[in-house]
């Protein structure tokens, strides 16, 4: 045409632009590249060149052309500028509509029906109904478009109202108009109006069908999702991958992975199994029904990975406990997003790796990626777990600073954390500062009150949560009791566990019945903790009969403890804490042969004793204690601490209780064990690396033995006595005496504690205890009234 010179016909280059517009093998620039040949453009070329890009998806170079089109003083008409607000709708630019919009009216073109249905559905996308509507009423003739337009600009705005009020007005209720309600009263969650809708119309597509599945799966209602599908399908309908993604989805939460296998071969059969979208939500469905394998083989066969892909295959792994292969996937991906950090961050910290989940935060920091809540949540629990108190401050900072929103998780586990650290105003100043409280919320601080000995105030706050109309639930109660439980509070406890299961409705768990066995047994209640075993409804777990055991142990009924205990090792052989309660209670009858019995019995069984293991942060760094550990650098000096610890506290009148060592030594060899418990060289080391007025804090996996026990942390707010006064004046010189060895100070810092196993295997079922200004070591907690910690 161009050797011809047909390409100035305007017509006949109309035409062939026409075509190359047209066919979808032919690029866009070759069709630009005809469009500028032609000398005398039409209207109707422009039009086609800007269509043209539309179909593409370039419509910001459609808006570019029409700018051309101006400046070449060409008319447009009235095909040109729906082609142009479809442009901007697709670029969500209210903006550049609202100046198209301005030019429809002063060309006059603003009673055409076409060009004011594309602007319904302009700015119905971009969230405008109020202007949507008003070209609405305005417009002087409206079709089944018109009215369908302007309810789709209600249900992506999700105002039921006015939609339902378009639908009712519709002189015509098409598929379309009623696809659209189902799918806003699904979303809703009106399923019965949605399924009136359904039944009401005269013709159904695929569609409508598809939207009330979804509208089922959305709201929970999975088994109907199932059987409407079947309905479906026995209708010999042809399914499409949408419907077939919202039916995987209801086996995925039903757990029903035989039938997901069904309609995974019935998409196979039909074609759609390539479908990313499908391959997704089927990677899904096994990893979380436990079929790792085959969502493993579909991730390997899958041609076009999306990041939704990756990010799935890495939480299959992770659910299944395969920690390596989630990492290994990670390392992998060609670009990670925030779901692939937090779904990998989130993994360790459920898996208890917390040293890696500490270590992979620090990564996403240097490589620049903003944390999201979850992530935050993830990495404040591996904080508390670890001791790790400086890095858990930063992260709230990080919050502060970066304006993050402390929802009711995050406020939750921020308050868990400054509870367990004993930071009870930081933990109060958070709940205060969080809009919105969750009965979580609520629960972790009644729980932290009571953790720090603040019963009469975390009772006060259960009684001011019910006022605010939070509804308290199974874990709130657990909270409650356990208040009760540390104060010895047994008629309180009593009313509550009453108050329960007559006011509240509650059925007690096997928890609930835990806390009242303990706080019986703390009372010396053995018998009626006993009782109230015998009487529970369903099977007492290992920590009821636990708890009973420590009571008898504590209290010194041996008898009791005898029975218990031979019955808890006959339940549980594989349970190292039975065994060694009860080789302690034959240890302070001095029953020898029964102790060496009972250690037989262990290694028969290969029972291993979990080791108690204390943790301290200092200057950054958390470090590891098991008892009578040698392996730390500064082993030397921790000893020579120990040692000036011991003379003072003697000097005191301080007598090591060696009741606690269940071993047939004489009593030097026992204190000298007792001195080398853990938690005291924890203490030692504090008082030698951690500089005034800096908290020492220690964190321990098993519970303190009486000798450790520096003080009652029960008893908060009570006056120091004068016995207490000279324990404090002895480790506030302690702290002095630190210089004095051989002139050592250490202000090594890093961002995350170092990886070490064994804070996995000893990390679970921590308790904290705190020093402030001071550690007290080998202090019996009957020698002290209570100290605020």
């Not at 709708?89 to 903006?95: C, G, T, V």
């Not at 991730?299 to 990041?307: E, K, P, S, T």
């Not at 360790?348 to 490589?367: G, V």
């Not at 007690?508 to 835990?514: E, R």
Request: charged share 20%.
């Amino acid at each position: 045409m161009i050797l011809t010179g047909f390409i100035k016909d305007n017509y006949a280059s109309s035409r062939l632009l026409k075509s190359s517009t047209d066919l979808p093998f032919i690029h866009i620039d070759h069709s630009r590249k005809i469009f500028d040949h032609i000398e005398n453009t039409s209207t109707f070329s422009w039009n086609t060149m800007m269509r043209g890009y539309l179909q593409r998806s370039y419509p910001k170079k459609a808006i570019f052309v029409y700018r051309l089109m101006v400046l070449n003083y060409v008319c447009p008409d009235k095909y040109t500028y729906p082609i142009l607000v479809q442009a901007s709708a697709i670029r969500l630019s209210e903006w550049e509509g609202k100046e198209l919009h301005d030019h429809v009216i002063k060309l006059g073109f603003d009673s055409d029906v076409y060009v004011q249905n594309t602007l319904i559905y302009m700015y119905g996308v971009c969230d405008n109904v109020g202007d949507a509507r008003k070209v609405f009423d305005e417009s002087p003739v409206l079709d089944s478009v018109s009215w369908n337009s302007m309810l789709a600009g209600y249900v992506q705005t999700g105002n039921l109202e006015e939609a339902t009020i378009i639908y009712v007005r519709m002189p015509e209720r098409n598929v379309i108009a009623s696809n659209s309600m189902i799918v806003l009263l699904g979303r809703s969650g009106l399923v019965s109006k949605a399924l009136q809708v359904f039944n009401a119309m005269d013709e159904k597509d695929l569609v409508s069908w598809t939207a009330l599945i979804s509208c089922y799966e959305q709201n929970g209602m999975y088994e109907e999702a199932l059987l409407m599908f079947l309905q479906l399908n026995s209708d010999t309908r042809m399914v499409d991958e949408v419907v077939v993604v919202s039916v995987i989805s209801a086996c995925t939460h039903l757990s029903a992975i035989k039938t997901g296998e069904l309609i995974h071969g019935l998409a196979l059969k039909i074609g759609i199994g390539c479908y990313i979208n499908l391959q997704n939500v089927l990677i899904h469905m096994y990893s979380t029904c436990g079929d790792i394998m085959a969502a493993e083989q579909l991730f390997n066969v899958g041609y076009h990975l999306d990041q939704i892909s990756w990010n799935s295959m890495i939480s299959g792994y992770l659910k299944c406990g395969s920690v390596e292969n989630a990492r290994a996937l990670f390392d992998s991906m060609p670009e990670r997003d925030i779901v692939s950090w937090s779904a990998m961050i989130s993994g360790y910290a459920q898996q208890d790796q917390f040293s890696e989940t500490l270590a992979l935060f620090q990564q996403m920091q240097l490589e620049e990626i903003r944390p999201d809540e979850t992530t935050l949540v993830s990495v404040l629990s591996a904080c508390t777990h670890l001791a790790a108190f400086d890095q858990g401050r930063w992260v709230h900072a990080y919050i502060r600073k970066s304006d993050l929103n402390i929802n009711a998780i995050l406020g939750t586990t921020l308050i868990d954390m400054y509870m367990k650290f004993g930071c009870v105003e930081s933990a109060l100043e958070v709940f205060t500062g969080m809009e919105e409280k969750g009965v979580s919320s609520w629960n972790a601080l009644i729980l932290g009150l009571a953790m720090n000995g603040l019963v009469v105030r975390s009772l006060e706050m259960f009684s001011e949560m019910k006022k605010r109309g939070a509804v308290p639930n199974e874990i709130t109660f657990v909270a409650v009791l356990g208040a009760c439980r540390h104060m010895g509070l047994v008629d309180e406890g009593r009313h509550h566990f009453e108050l329960m299961t007559k006011k509240h409705k509650i059925e007690p768990n096997v928890k609930h019945y835990g806390c009242m066995v303990d706080l019986f047994g703390r009372a010396g209640l053995l018998k009626e903790a006993e009782k109230l075993i015998e009487s529970m409804p369903m099977p007492p777990d290992t920590a009821t009969w636990g708890a009973l055991l420590g009571a008898c142990k504590k209290h010194g009924d041996s008898e009791m403890g005898e029975r218990v205990g031979r019955r808890l090792v006959e339940l549980q052989p594989n349970h190292d804490g039975f065994h060694v309660l009860l080789s302690n209670i034959y240890a302070s009858k001095g029953n020898w042969n029964e102790v060496l019995e009972v250690r037989e019995t262990m290694m028969k069984q290969s029972v291993v004793k979990t080791p108690g293991c204390s943790m301290i942060e200092a200057n950054g760094v958390v470090h590891e204690f098991l008892a009578g550990d040698k392996t730390h650098p500064h082993i030397n000096e921790i000893e020579k601490m120990l040692d000036e610890i011991a003379e003072r506290l003697t000097m005191l009148g301080y007598a090591p209780d060696t009741n606690e060592v269940s071993l047939d030594i004489n009593e030097e060899e026992k204190a000298t064990t007792l001195l080398r418990h853990s938690e005291k060289l924890a203490i030692a080391f504090g008082l030698i690396a951690i500089s005034p007025p800096t908290t020492i804090r220690i964190m321990k996996n098993l519970r303190i033995c009486n000798d450790c026990h520096a003080v009652d942390i029960g008893k908060h707010g009570s006056e120091l006595n004068q016995t207490t006064d000279n324990y404090v004046k002895v480790f506030t010189s302690l702290r002095k005496f630190k210089n004095t060895l051989h002139g050592r100070s250490w202000t090594r810092r890093s961002r995350n504690p170092p990886q070490s196993p064994e804070s996995q295997k000893h990390g679970t079922s921590s308790r904290m205890y705190f020093l402030s200004q001071w550690a007290l070591s080998g202090v019996r907690s009957s020698n002290v009234k209570g100290i605020t910690l």
